[in-house]
């Protein structure tokens, strides 16, 4: 890696095939109220007009764009942006998101104020491809998580292990600021994850240091048809949940209450799948019982009360609409 410069940030932009996006994006970049910035965009290989995109912004004094020669993938693009980046901090910008022209700012303030964190991040806003606002995320965290982050705030890195394990708190890397120093300590995006490799590192630079929180939405997180998530297939996507999470049910210092109440977060998942309409979930059920008899036999045993969880959550949805329809009824 190349040496630090104290106080900058690094906006690493992994490109690929999302030329509709670009100008959102680099705009949100360039137009950061937080003055010492360097933005890398490195293109892996697109094949629609991205690097075209790109090329109007070269001459922004800010920008350096790569033009890989050979895809490699959005980790190992991702890594390369560490790899060339000079920041004190590093900012995966995902080039389908856009962010508030405050939130590089607020997220240094957060480190400055907090020198034990080794990542700062704020909220997301949910948009579509048209950027309509879907949803906050954190409306859909659980209630610790809303009770503990109801305003800005420091995890430690115990706290935020913990949230890590009921669901990915920091949904999007682009709302997520990261010292520099926490690679060299814990090691890159892991080439192991499809899927789950922002949330498996946030888990190693969890174990060594606190984590920042601002809990005011300022990133953008894109929904779409062509996210990484979504063209993955369910087969890879739970595996990838379970070989993370059981993983680090074995890692982390739990106590016996807190392993089970997990192991049966993590057969609730694996129930929502089963519980699919497309019938994935039945398909992939012998693989993944395989999988989870190789990394945590001990956590089959909490299939039953993790599907009681997930019916229960089911017959809600049921009640629910159906009290709606008896209603709508009765008004007509």
């Excluded at 790569?66 to 993938?73: A, D, L, P, T, Y």
């Excluded at 109801?150 to 999007?172: K, M, Q, Y």
């Excluded at 799948?273 to 909490?302: C, E, K, M, Q, T």
Aim: hydrophobic content about 45%; charged content about 25%; glycine content about 6%.
């Amino acid at each position: 890696m190349t040496p630090i410069r104290q106080g900058l940030v690094s906006l690493v932009v992994a490109s690929y095939n999302h030329a509709g996006f670009l100008v959102r994006r680099m705009d949100s970049l360039i137009a950061q109220t937080y003055p010492d910035t360097e933005i890398l965009v490195i293109d892996d290989c697109s094949p629609d007009n991205s690097v075209e995109v790109l090329r109007g912004y070269e001459t922004q004094p800010k920008v350096k764009l790569v033009v890989r020669e050979k895809n490699g993938g959005w980790v190992a693009v991702s890594n390369q942006g560490v790899d060339l980046s000079s920041g004190e901090f590093v900012l995966f910008a995902n080039c389908d998101d856009d962010c508030d022209p405050s939130m590089v700012a607020r997220l240094v303030d957060a480190m400055r104020r907090h020198p034990s964190a080794g990542i700062a991040f704020c909220r997301s806003l949910m948009v579509d491809e048209e950027d309509r606002v879907l949803g906050d995320d954190f409306a859909i965290r659980e209630a610790a998580f809303k009770k503990r982050c109801a305003r800005d705030t420091l995890l430690t890195g115990a706290e935020a292990s913990r949230f890590l394990l009921h669901s990915c708190v920091i949904p999007n890397l682009s709302a997520a600021l990261i010292r520099r120093e926490c690679f060299a300590e814990v090691g890159f995006l892991s080439q192991d994850y499809r899927v789950c490799c922002d949330w498996d590192l946030f888990f190693r630079i969890a174990a060594r240091y606190d984590i920042a929180y601002v809990a005011e939405p300022l990133n953008r997180f894109r929904q779409h048809r062509k996210t990484i998530r979504s063209v993955t297939k369910d087969k890879v996507v739970y595996e990838e949940y379970f070989r993370l999470l059981l993983g680090q049910i074995g890692r982390l210092d739990l106590s016996p209450m807190e392993r089970a109440r997990f192991r049966t977060h993590v057969m609730y998942l694996w129930a929502v799948h089963l519980s699919s309409p497309s019938l994935n979930g039945i398909f992939n059920l012998p693989y993944h019982f395989g999988r989870v008899l190789s990394l945590d036999p001990l956590a089959l045993v909490f299939v039953i009360p993790g599907g009681v969880l997930r019916a229960g959550e089911l017959a809600v949805k049921v009640f629910n609409k159906l009290i709606f329809s008896l209603k709508r009824r009765a008004s007509q």
